[in-house]
């Protein structure tokens, strides 16, 4: 049986990671998104994929919150 190529191996957990950020993001958008979007950028091989986690985080948040406020599902005083 043969080993992976270290290179292979490295794109494999790149990509793992980003998919894995990707759907907390959509989880929870806000801060569990902007915290792995920064976690991701503080990677030297992974700062665009951080940009682009931090960036879906930042839109799919405030989407969220606009059809919440929309449908009076935020908390009314």
């Known amino acids: 049986?043969?080993?992976k190529p270290e290179k292979d191996k490295i794109a494999v957990d790149?990509?793992?990671?980003?998919?894995?950020a990707l759907a907390i993001a959509i989880l929870n958008p806000i801060f569990a998104g902007l915290i792995m979007g920064m976690l991701l950028?503080?990677?030297p091989?992974?700062?665009r994929e951080g940009m682009i986690v931090?960036?879906?985080s930042l839109i799919w948040g405030?989407?969220?919150?606009m059809l919440a406020a929309k449908y009076?599902?935020?908390?009314?005083q």
């Not at 790149?14 to 894995?20: C, H, I, S, T």
């Open 14 to 20: 790149k990509n793992r990671w980003f998919y894995g």
């Open 72 to 76: 009076g599902l935020l908390m009314k």
């Open 54 to 56: 931090m960036t879906f």
């Open 1 to 3: 049986m043969e080993a």
């Open 62 to 65: 405030a989407i969220a919150l």
């Open 45 to 47: 091989e992974m700062k």
């Open 41 to 43: 950028m503080r990677e």
